[in-house]
């Protein structure tokens, strides 16, 4: 019988969980998946197994439903758990916000009672750049007062604070969130990445579909902001390097008393126009755009300071644009039609 460790892995059919599974995988960990399939397909885990060679086990399950997933975690076993499943559009939160404080708060709170119930105290949590709400002092640290701006941005503060005071009442809990910056790129392989439903609401995604000839053009929302060229600026951080982060949050996590907040990014921030050009680069394509209005909500600038990540999990970015583009643009020409084609 295997002693990896067993990993539960809430949401690990998605964009950000699938790339995960294969980086816990390479560092010796045995990752067990639950995901409702709310916004995935099961086709991601089968190129999982594919790339890794092994049997990760899946189930169909939402966390919501706490007798099946005491199920998994009573078989299973896991010794620590990244909570990755949550609904992340930010429009469709504020168009639907009791489905987002439904799925994201419920969903954690279950997920939180069961691990609680089977004494497992380790969580990696996918929190987000979004609880600096708009901060204008840069870079972001995590000492940045929170707050948030949208349903969306609410669940994930919301959660940080759970896990805050779960942790300050049960000091066998460890937790460690970390806040995303923009997650983009593909695994290498062009096998896995993000397949967005619908429109997408992100930048990258939607470069590349416009790059592969689904979308005309693209929209760029704003180019007066006060920043280099006019267009709003981000720190883009590769899915890959972020899957690393995972694990080097998971291995940090016996150093620490509590919860730490640790930003995951580059620190170094690009325009819509930068990435727009970098895609044309990588991709060999001309990518139309027009001007439109700003779009409601947004900051004009947002990167964060990622010292902490280093100092705390001994993790830094090692990818540039240049190579989160080529690996966005292979999978999505493998892939035209994401895992659907
Ligand atoms: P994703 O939608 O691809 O993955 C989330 C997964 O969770 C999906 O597979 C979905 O089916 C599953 N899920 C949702 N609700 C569930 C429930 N109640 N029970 C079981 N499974 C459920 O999203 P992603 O981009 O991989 O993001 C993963 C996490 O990272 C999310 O919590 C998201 O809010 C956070 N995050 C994402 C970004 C980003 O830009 N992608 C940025 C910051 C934070
Ligand atoms: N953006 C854009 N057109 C799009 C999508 C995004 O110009 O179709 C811009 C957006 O205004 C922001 C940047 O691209 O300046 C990144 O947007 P995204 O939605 O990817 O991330 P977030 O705004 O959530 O950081």
């Known amino acids: 019988m295997s002693t990896a460790p067993v990993v539960l892995v809430t949401g690990g059919a998605g964009y950000i969980g699938s790339h995960t599974l294969i980086a816990l995988h390479e560092a010796g960990y045995a990752p067990v998946v639950v995901d409702n399939l709310d916004n995935a397909s099961l086709r991601a885990i089968e190129r999982v197994r594919a790339l890794t060679q092994a049997q990760i086990p899946f189930h169909q399950v939402d966390l919501r439903d706490g007798p099946a997933l005491s199920q998994v975690v009573a078989q299973h076993q896991p010794q620590a758990c990244i909570h990755f499943a ?53 870079p972001l640290t995590e000492d940045v007062p929170l707050s948030a701006t949208n349903p969306y941005g609410r669940t994930k503060l919301f ?27 593909a695994h290498p392989s062009g096998q896995i990445g993000e397949d967005p439903s619908g429109i997408p609401n992100n930048l990258m995604p939607f470069i590349t579909q416009v790059a592969v000839g689904r979308r005309p053009h693209l929209q760029i929302f704003g180019d007066d902001y006060s920043t280099p060229d006019g267009t709003g600026v981000r720190d883009y951080i590769h ?21 730490e907040a640790v930003n995951v990014g580059t620190g170094r921030g ?61 999978w999505q020409e493998q892939n035209p039609q994401g895992y659907a084609g």
């Open 270 to 330: 690009s325009s819509v126009l930068e990435v727009l050009r970098a895609m044309e680069a990588a991709s060999g394509r001309a990518i139309p755009y027009q001007v439109a209005p700003r779009r409601a909500g947004d900051v004009a600038v947002s990167y964060a300071d990622p010292s902490k990540a280093q100092r705390l999990l001994g993790w830094q970015a090692e990818h540039d644009l240049t190579a989160m583009c080529q690996d966005a643009w292979r």
């Open 239 to 259: 899915v890959v390097d972020l899957a690393k982060a995972h694990v080097a949050a998971l291995a940090a996590l016996p150093k620490i008393t509590g919860c």
């Open 86 to 138: 949550g609904l992340k559009a930010v429009g469709e939160s504020v168009a639907q916000p009791l489905r987002y404080y439904h799925n994201n708060l419920l969903g954690t709170m279950e997920l939180l009672r069961v691990l609680e119930e089977a004494e497992c105290f380790h969580m990696v949590f996918s929190s987000s750049a979004t609880v600096y709400g708009d901060a204008q002092e840069m």
């Open 159 to 185: 959660i940080e604070h759970m896990l805050f005071d779960v942790a300050a009442a049960q000091k066998r809990w460890r937790c460690m969130n970390l806040r995303y910056f923009n997650p983009v790129g």
